[in-house]
């Protein structure tokens, strides 16, 4: 829905216009309206009913009535990383906050721009124990890049430009709005939203330092084994042109992180795959093996690097572009870090390479590649593909890719096996098509993900890759894709186990698998025809194909797909926990 041109000058008037008297909640919705929010996902509750009213009056903005609170901040999250926007939440008070804690960690641990809006108790009333109170403050700031308790409607202008402003600049995250009820209701003199703001404890650096850019560059152009490391920085930072553009000048491999698929185009040669725990064997060598490492909006995190001493047992040196001079040497000490936003940075650096009279070391650069192409002839990711038995999820996700590979599609995926076999098997070749959670493992986020996303991209096939354990979590948000109309396609790869809990203890506990097995399952095609929409079961691996053609012609209808999947099948290749990311299982023979 889009925002009327009368409706945004009336938003963002300008400060010195005929005041108008106005309750907080109004002054709320004309802030939303003056930061461009299209669209905006909660449930309503006692806290927040004078927002709810103040949006009854105004028709801008769609608001969608989810059935969790935890679906609200997954869809609005969903959102944000297909199109880069801020989402945008709402909840009540107490349970309303509490519910959404997950979504709200999720979106922090992944860097995702967002305002959630809390309602809470009235002022009067904070510290009381009121009904339905929590401390909203609290209990959500070590999970948010901020928090306001906004006290006097006099204040909610300035402090939602504030709110908007942090979530997406800088490191990008989360910032929770907690409003109570009085100042909702409250009429104060309102002469417009602000314009600009200033905050003098936050000022995020975006220039990188031109000295340590031509050192990065001495570094890289002397290499001998080099390598490129990129994670969810470059989506979020929309450095992607960028990055490929470096990449294709200089000709050095390079890789991408779960959150940072998409980023260089999968089908190109010079990309060696996902790297870390269940990287390929060509990705993960190149890391441990190579002599200069550039690593991009990526943070060295345990899934990737595996043990930090195995690690460190190879020389090299290490360049880190970030925005956040947190990450920088936090897991592993660089030669040349470099704060800044990376789409600047790498701007800079394609001039210096261009400027500059040094040259890569083809020679060099052809050894590395014959060793890189010896890694990756063993083919890391095979398996049975000839089985017409049993369903193999691997051939669920790669026959969905060269189905779609075309086509104007988005992928989310909820968290365990079938999350890394999509994140090993559907090859991306555009950015933000790949949507999951990474640094928090969040359970249930998938087919929230895939509302947010069909929303925001109604002419765009959106795909939930889920299993039968994850898709329970929030499956009552099928309820919701009913009532908006966003007729997405969930692929459940069931194996009728936790797969990745599963996997684990056969791995690590000698086969005892403790509560694993999933005992009473529903009959998803029932259940998806109970909420109205279209169940299909598929049980051989001959029908797979035919299910998605089928499903993809429904395209105004939601369809729920049972593939029934080999339960022994593991994702492989394998770092256990506490090896080096070398040090990998290649299969059932390395058990």
Known sequence: MEISKAELASAA?????????????????????????????????????????????????????????????????????????????????????????????????????????????????IGLDAFQECDTVGITRPIVKHNFLVKDARDMAMVMKKAFHIARSGRPGPVVVDVPKDVSFNKVSYAGYPESVEMRSYNPVRKGHGGQIRKALQLLMSAKRPYIYTGGGVLLGN??????????????????????????????RKFLGMLGMHGTIEANNAMQNCDVLLAVGARFDDRVIGNPKHFAQNERKIIHIDID?????????????????????????????????????????????????TWRSKDCLKY?????????????????????????????????????????????DEPRRWINSG??????VGIPYAMGIKLAKPDSEVFCITGEGSVQMCIQELSTCLQYNTPIKIMALNNRYLGMVRQWQEIDYEGRYSHSYMDALPNFVKLAEAYGHVGMLIERPQDVEGAIREARKLKDRTVFMDFRTDPTENVFPMVKAGKGITEMLLGSEDL
Do not use: C
């Open 439 to 444: 640094g928090l493992g969040t359970m249930g």
């Open 325 to 373: 001079p947190s990450s920088i040497s936090k897991r592993v000490k660089v030669d040349v870090p470099i704060v800044g936003d990376v789409k600047d940075v790498l701007t800079e650096l394609i001039h210096m390479v261009r400027e500059s009279a040094l040259k890569v070391d083809d020679k060099a650069l052809a050894e590395w590649w014959k060793t890189i192409e």
């Open 384 to 428: 049975d593909r000839g089985n017409t038995d049993v369903i193999k999820p691997q051939y669920v996700v790669e026959t969905l890719w060269n189905m779609t590979r075309d086509a104007d599609a988005y992928v989310t995926s909820d968290v365990g096996q079938h999350q890394m076999w999509a994140a090993q098997y559907y090859r991306f």
């Open 239 to 268: 450095a992607t042109e960028e990055l490929r553009t470096l990449v294709n000048m200089l000709g050095y491999p390079v890789t991408n992180t779960l959150m940072g698929l998409g980023a260089y185009p999968a089908s190109d």
């Open 13 to 125: 008037a300008a400060t010195g216009a005929a005041p108008q008297d106005l309750r907080g909640a109004e002054i709320l919705i004309k802030a939303l309206q003056a930061e461009g929010v299209k669209y905006i996902w909660g449930y309503p509750g006692g806290a927040v009913l004078h927002i709810y009213d103040a949006f009854y009056k105004q028709d801008t903005i769609q608001h969608v009535l989810v059935r969790h609170e935890q679906a609200a901040v997954h869809a609005a999250d969903g959102y944000a990383r297909a199109t880069g926007d801020v989402g945008v939440a709402l909840v009540t008070s107490g349970p309303g906050v509490t519910n959404a804690v997950t979504g709200i960690a999720t979106a922090y641990m992944d860097s995702i721009p967002m305002v959630i809006i809390t309602g809470q108790v009235p002022t009067a009333a």
